[in-house]
């Protein structure tokens, strides 16, 4: 059979199309010869479209699941992404319009190894042409030690293609208070590989995967604030947790409530100077760890007393650690933190299952090439079957399951398909909760709208049941929605029921997840719509179930002032 698609691959590739490439076998003896016969962009792009209409021609005569079963035809896909990412006006780029930066290009084409993991770790959210220039740039000006440290030239290229975000790193500090420096992702990474050989890092970045890079290097302060970081002595990993202690936690500014920090710039000499919140705790702690070279992820979640941070760090190669700073009483079901590569939530069970996964797997790769090629041809009647053929290479493959997701929503697709396919994602991730619980959402959103009353209660009942014990979190969400949809359609009978049932079931370990979830914003609506005695009743149930409630603690006070607000609604 290998030898038959061998032979019909090379018959198709020399059919009627007219160009001076001729795709056929593919090794790193053509790729180099390609680039010796191609030297200037007009011709990349004009090979590139003759490329890509011989590779569609392939996949017109032997099928999606064959072509991306050929090493050949997958071949020609990564060289046709790596042509299609260089800019069309190099003449105008700031960038490329430099011959250095062209001649980086055509060096890293030619290192096929370092070209595809740069290429197997771009995500369907990055800026892809963005973090081709950044990861150029770093070849280009570092270069004997970007080879060296490539994984994490890669990990600098697709965490610094986009803006931080505005609310960067967390919402208890006022965007214009934190410093962000002017330097360079080259400049960077220089100042990390000399931090390295200068003996300042607890772990040789040069042995980590990409995945666990990102939150290396995933910062935009000034690296004066990384230099001041790494003045701070800690022998080891397992002395951050003590770091984090010995930061004062700032009673008097939680008494205060003055949740956003108060002291000017957001530096980390004035955190040690001044001490601060749990957030603050956690930020100097992991801008430390940063600063010597461990991998660290900040978390923020609700226990029983409210809002926690803590953090995940890694405390060996290839072993992570998420309860840094955790306190084993509070009862926090999840954390969120944010993926510095695509800038979405992830949660501490998330971060553990997709660091689980090495992108140097045979059937990742060939994931990844499915989802490249589906990428490459947007419109094309093929696209779905590339994405099928991507989570089913790599069932563990979020990224094209999303893809997917994204697709059929967009092409509306029928109800019987999405339904079938948010079971697959259910029975894919069975043993990641957060995952499951995503597919289950969206299963029973379209049970609820085709009306299929019985299979949605029989799902919610599972959702609940599985979710009860160690993701109560979950089951909160479900009941709180539940009662906005009575809510937003003014049943508000139905709705305070709906209310007071949950509460009897969740009041004995919601903790900070029922009250944000369910009691304050149901106590606001009713208020917003001048349902007093409703108000009244849901907090004198809320008094009850967190009357355990840690004195002084942020859950505390706000409970605190809810029950003033409804007191004086009330009159």
């Not at 060996?316 to 306190?327: E, S």
């Not at 797997?361 to 094309?380: M, Q, S, V």
């Not at 009978?493 to 009041?507: D, F, N, P, V």
């Not at 900070?512 to 005695?533: D, M, N, T």
Request: proline letters at 5%.
């Amino acid at each position: 059979m290998t030898r038959f698609l061998s032979l019909a691959f090379t018959l198709l590739a020399a059919h009627t199309l007219s160009a001076e490439t001729r795709v056929g076998t593919w090794s790193e003896k053509a790729n180099s010869a390609w680039w010796r016969e191609h030297e200037t962009p007009a011709e990349w792009a004009a090979e590139a479209r003759s490329i890509h209409a011989q590779l569609l021609a392939i996949q017109d005569r032997l099928g999606t699941g064959r072509v991306l079963a050929n090493n050949n035809f997958t071949g020609w896909v990564r060289h046709l992404k790596w042509l299609t990412l260089y800019p069309g006006d190099e003449a105008g780029h700031p960038f490329f319009k430099d011959p250095r930066s062209r001649r980086t290009y055509i060096a890293l084409a030619q290192k096929p190894a370092i070209r595809d993991a740069f290429l197997a770790t771009l995500s369907p959210y990055d800026d892809h042409g963005k973090a081709l220039e950044i990861f150029c740039s770093i070849f280009r000006d570092q270069a004997s030690d970007a080879f060296q440290f490539s994984n994490l030239a890669i990990a600098f290229s697709v965490v610094f293609d986009q803006p931080f975000p505005s609310g960067w790193p967390h919402h208890f500090v006022a965007p214009e208070a934190v410093p962000r420096g002017a330097e360079s992702p080259a400049q960077r990474f220089a100042w990390l590989v000399k931090s390295h050989r200068a003996g300042a890092l607890l772990y040789d970045p040069g042995r980590f995967s990409v995945s666990n890079l990102k939150f290396l290097v995933d910062t935009p302060v000034p690296l004066k604030e990384l230099a001041y970081a790494q003045q701070v002595k800690i022998r080891s990993p397992k002395h951050l947790n003590d770091l984090f202690k010995t930061i004062r936690y700032d009673m008097p500014r939680l008494q205060a409530k003055r949740y956003l920090w108060p002291h000017g710039a957001y530096e980390l000499f004035a955190i040690g100077q001044r001490g601060g919140l749990c957030v603050d705790q956690a930020y100097f702690t992991a801008h430390t760890a940063k600063a010597r070279g461990v991998p660290c992820i900040v978390f923020l979640g609700q226990g029983n007393s409210g809002e926690h941070a803590w953090m995940g760090y890694m405390a060996g190669y290839g072993r992570w650690l998420f309860d840094l700073a955790k306190f084993r009483n509070e009862d926090y079901p999840v954390g969120q933190a944010i993926d510095p590569q695509t800038w979405r939530r992830l949660t501490d069970s998330e971060c553990a299952f997709l660091n689980s996964r090495s992108a140097a797997d045979p059937d990742f790769i060939r994931a990844r090439d499915a989802l490249t090629w589906g990428e490459l041809n947007p419109g094309a009647d093929f696209h779905i079957a590339c994405l099928q053929e991507a989570r089913h290479r790599a069932p563990g493959y979020l990224w094209a399951w999303e893809k997917e997701a994204a697709h059929l929503e967009v092409t509306g697709a029928e109800p019987a398909v999405r339904v079938r396919f948010w079971k697959d994602w259910i029975s894919s991730f069975e043993k990641q909760k957060d995952l499951r619980f995503r597919g289950e959402k969206r299963l029973l959103a379209l049970l609820e709208e085709a009306g299929e009353t019985t299979e949605y209660n029989r799902l919610l009942r599972q959702m609940i049941a599985g979710n009860r014990n160690k993701r109560f979190d979950l089951v909160i969400g479900v009941a709180a929605e539940r009662v906005f949809v009575h809510v937003e359609n003014k049943r508000w009978e139905a709705a305070h029921q709906t209310y007071r049932g949950a509460m009897s079931k969740l009041a004995h370990k919601g903790g900070g997840h029922l009250f944000y979830q369910l009691v304050q914003p149901y106590v606001q609506s009713c208020l917003e719509e001048g349902q007093i005695r409703l108000a009244a009743d849901a907090m004198d149930r809320a008094r009850r179930a967190f009357r355990e409630a840690r004195p002084g603690s942020i859950l505390k006070k706000d409970l605190e002032e809810l029950a003033e607000l409804v007191q004086a609604r009330a009159g």
